[in-house]
Nanobody
């Protein structure tokens, strides 16, 4: 079994910063892409940022220049540094990873962490 556990969410004022972490554990033999998605109330889940094991990154246009994704491949952990937060960044942030466990690749999700940006 594979688990992804997020941490680091919370309440912050507009213009502030937060750093999210997501640690993978369990029967992990390898991880390809890790990333962050978010879902605001009444809206569809959307990609925030992803990073491959080789370091290639992809960001949503709305967060470019403000958010930075990084990862520790040894610790199976991905981070999201969020700066210059805006009210519209308020959402549940979910970690996603494409994991090799045993001989099977599959996508796993964390339980989510709430980020609330106040004005």
């Amino acid at each position: 079994q594979v688990q992804l556990v997020e941490s680091g969410g919370g309440l912050v004022q507009a213009g502030g910063s937060l750093r999210l972490s997501c640690a993978g554990s369990g029967s992990i033999f390898g991880i390809n892409t890790m990333g962050w998605y978010r879902q605001a109330p009444g809206k569809q889940r959307e990609l925030v940022a992803t990073m491959t094991s080789g370091g290639m990154t992809n960001y949503a246009d709305s967060v470019k220049g403000r958010f930075t994704i990084s990862r520790d491949n040894v610790q199976n952990t991905v981070y999201l540094q969020m700066n210059s937060l805006k009210r519209e960044d308020t959402a549940v942030y979910l970690c996603n990873a494409r994991v090799l466990y045993g001989t099977t690749w599959d996508a796993f999700w964390g339980q989510g962490t709430q980020v609330t940006v106040s004005s």
